[in-house]
C-alpha cells in the first residue's frame, strides 16, 4: 500500500545542480512529492514521452524554494498533464527563472488545486499550444482526434482545464509575463491572477477555440469566477478567444 508514502528531495543551500524526472512514456505520482531548496541553483525538469501524470487527490506535488539563484521548473509532457492532487510551484527568491507547464500534444487538466506564486519578474507559463508543425499530435494524442480545420473547435487536444481553483500571485513590483495559451479552448473554475506590479502583462489566449472563465468544473459551486488584480494602472490584460479561426 502506498498510504503514508513521500517521495521528498531536499537541497540543502549553496547547490548548483539539475533535478530531472523524465520517462520514455508516462511520469505517474502515485504518492505525495516535494522538492525542497534553499539559497539553491537548481533546474529542475520533468518531461515525459506521453503524459504527466498525478493520480490520486492526495497525490500532491510540490516545488518550494525559498531564496534561489536561477533555478528553474519547466514541465513538458508530449501528450497531457492531468493533475489530481494539489499542485504547488512556491519560488521566492529574487532571481527564479522560468516557471512553465507545457502539453505538447494534448490538455493540460487540473482537478485540484493549483497555486504558483514567486518574487521576481519570471515567465509563467501554462500551454498547450499543439507546437507540432501542421497541428499534429504527439504520441498519438486523444481519440478521436479531429484536428485543427477551422471551425471545428476541438476538445480532445490542444486544450486548459481548470477544473478547481488556480492561484498565480507575485509579490514583486516591477515587470513580469504570465500565459495561459491554448490552440483550442480554455475552461476555468476558479482563477484568481494577483501582481503586485503597475506594468505586468497577463494573457489568456486560445488560439482556434472558445475561453469559458467561471465554467469548469462543479456548476454548482457559488465561487466560480476569473480575478486579475495588479497594483496601478499599467498593467495589460488581454483575453482572446479563436482569434486565429479563420473559417
Known sequence: SDLGKTFDVKFTGGNTGDLDIMAGHDVLFNIPFTSTESGDKITSRVFAGRDIRSTANNADVSFLSTNDNNSTLTWVARRNITMDGILTASYTGTNTGIMGFQAAGGNITTNNKVRISTENTNHILFSAEMLNPGCGVLNGGNSPYTDCTPGNHNNQDGNIYFNDSVTIARTINTHSKTDILAMHNIRTQQLGITNAAAN?????ISY????????????TTNDNRFTYMATGDGGQLDIK???????
Do not use: C, E, H
Not at 482556434?208 to 456548476?219: C, E
Not at 478567444?241 to 473559417?247: E, I, L, N, P, R
Open 200 to 204: 505586468d502583462t497577463t494573457n489568456v
Open 241 to 247: 478567444a479563436g482569434f486565429q479561426d479563420v473559417t
Open 208 to 219: 482556434k477555440g472558445d475561453i469559458w472563465l467561471g465554467y469548469s468544473g462543479s456548476p
